[in-house]
Each structure stands twice: as structure tokens, then as C-alpha cells.
């Protein structure tokens, strides 16, 4: 009966349902990281015992990722103009703690005119490009070949290069 009515609810309610936690935007402010371990241990127990749609909680997640990553994207620059934290200080709300820091800190060397940086760097892109176009080439090895050196002579064996990959799902929002 359980798995009859969660195949029957949208994901969030059965969610909500099965573990007794409100999703609701009041609710998620107050979650704790505990809290939130609670919840995917105990939603992901419900998707092996069958007792949630596994795809359905997974389009749910990605949707979910998605809303949160784009929010916090968008809200991010406002907070940061208006909960000024004073240095050395924390925020602490909603089982949260903020600290006001430097983020994103990069150098940019081209400015500093060193010539051995710059050398250093262009070798650094030439070889780059080489190692792309010979990889480009070895992709096209399908069997154990012989390659050589014309300069010297050498010969050695090539083999093709090996290929992992991992079958899965690619969930893409429309």
C-alpha cells in the first residue's frame, strides 16, 4: 500500500510524506546539515525499497540543484551588499555561519613583462597544442601499430589508447 500511494504523489509530496519533513521554504531555512543527511539517507533507503520512483526523485534533484545553484547565483550580490560581517567576525542564522572573505582571488602574470614567464609560457602553449594533436592521433589508433622516429630511426609499438567511460543518465531541464 505504502508503494502504491508513493508512485501516485508528485516526488516532494511523497518526500514530505515519507520522512516527515515540510519542504516548504519556511521549513528549508531551518534545515541543519544533520538534518539534511537525514533526509537523503532516509529518501534514498525509500528509492531501493521501492518504495519511490528512482527517476522521478532523480529529475526532482536535478530540478532542485538547479532552482538552488540559479537562486543562489541571482541573490548572492545582495546579500553580500546588505549583511555586511565585520572582519574577524561571523553571522550566525538559520544554522548557518557567514564570514565575509576574500573570494575568486587570480593573478594575472602577463602584466608583470618578465621575460622568462612569458618564454616559460608560450613553451607551456606550444606544448600544449602538441600534446592535443598527437592525442588527436592516437585516438584514431584502433590496433597495436608501429610508430618510428625519422630522424633516428627508432621504431616502437603503439598501442591504441584505453577508452573508460561509464553508462548513466544525462538529465537535461527543458
Known amino acids: 500500500m505504502r508503494r502504491e500511494l508513493a508512485m501516485q504523489i508528485p516526488a516532494c509530496e511523497a518526500v514530505t510524506l515519507f520522512t516527515g519533513f515540510d519542504m516548504e521554504p519556511e521549513s528549508l531555512i531551518k534545515l541543519d546539515r544533520a538534518t539534511i543527511n537525514k533526509i537523503v539517507y532516509d529518501t534514498e533507503q525509500m528509492v531501493a525499497d521501492g518504495e519511490l520512483d528512482s527517476v522521478k526523485m532523480l529529475v526532482l534533484a536535478k530540478k532542485g540543484q538547479e532552482l538552488f545553484n540559479n537562486l543562489e547565483k541571482r541573490v548572492r550580490r545582495y546579500a553580500e551588499e546588505h549583511a555586511r560581517v565585520p572582519k574577524h567576525d561571523k553571522l550566525r542564522m538559520y544554522d548557518a555561519e557567514i564570514i565575509e572573505k576574500e573570494t575568486g582571488v587570480s593573478y594575472d602574470y602577463s602584466v608583470c613583462h618578465d621575460v622568462t614567464w612569458n ?3 608560450d613553451l607551456q602553449a606550444e606544448i600544449a ?3 592535443k594533436e598527437r592525442e588527436a592521433f592516437l585516438k584514431t589508433i ?3 601499430s ?3 622516429d625519422q630522424f633516428t630511426g627508432e621504431t616502437w609499438q603503439i598501442n591504441p589508447p ?3 567511460a ?3 543518465l544525462n538529465v537535461s531541464l527543458k
Open 166 to 168: 561509464k553508462q548513466g
Open 142 to 144: 584502433t590496433k597495436p
Open 119 to 121: 618564454e616559460l609560457h
Open 146 to 148: 608501429i610508430g618510428g
Open 162 to 164: 584505453l577508452r573508460t
Open 129 to 131: 597544442q602538441q600534446i
